[in-house]
């Protein structure tokens, strides 16, 4: 089933007159759907009432869960699974383990991050952003 979304579209030539339209009309209760400009308007984002990303905790999390996973790998493998007796040195013994953990925490951070800005985003393969107006990406700005 098809469900049929109508919009009142807003155009307008101006920045300042499009951040006065979005800050009038969420006084006056309408919700927002979406604002096109075709560069980036200061203050429109305190103007929809956008909040703090959290996205750098995400990045954070995902960063500590691969320094962990890592360590944990390497010492599970070289102590426990296979140890090896390389110069008597210890089999879970730290400085050689700094490249592959620094990678891993790397790897894991940026993978997470991608994934959570599309999460957030609410970019699906199956999801086609809706262009209202062309003239949006060229010299126009729309508010929708």
């Not at 209760?29 to 009432?49: C, M, N, R, T, Y």
């Not at 999801?127 to 003239?135: A, E, G, I, V």
């Amino acid at each position: 089933m098809e469900h049929n979304k109508h919009f009142v579209v807003g155009i307008f030539d101006d920045e300042d007159v499009l951040v006065r339209a979005v800050e009038k009309s969420r006084e006056k209760g309408l919700k927002i759907h979406e604002v096109f400009s075709p560069f980036p308007v200061h203050g429109l984002e305190d103007a929809l009432g956008y909040k703090r990303s959290r996205l750098p905790k995400v990045a954070f999390a995902c960063g500590i869960t691969g320094t962990t996973l890592a360590l944990f790998t390497q010492i599970w493998m070289l102590g426990f699974d296979w140890p090896m007796n390389i110069g008597g040195k210890n089999h879970a013994s730290l400085p050689p383990f700094i490249p592959v953990t620094f990678e891993f925490t790397v790897l894991l951070s940026a993978l997470g991050m991608v994934l959570a800005f599309f999460i957030v985003s609410d970019m699906k393969p199956y999801k086609w952003p809706r262009q209202f107006d062309l003239r949006s990406t060229d010299d126009k700005h729309v508010m929708a």
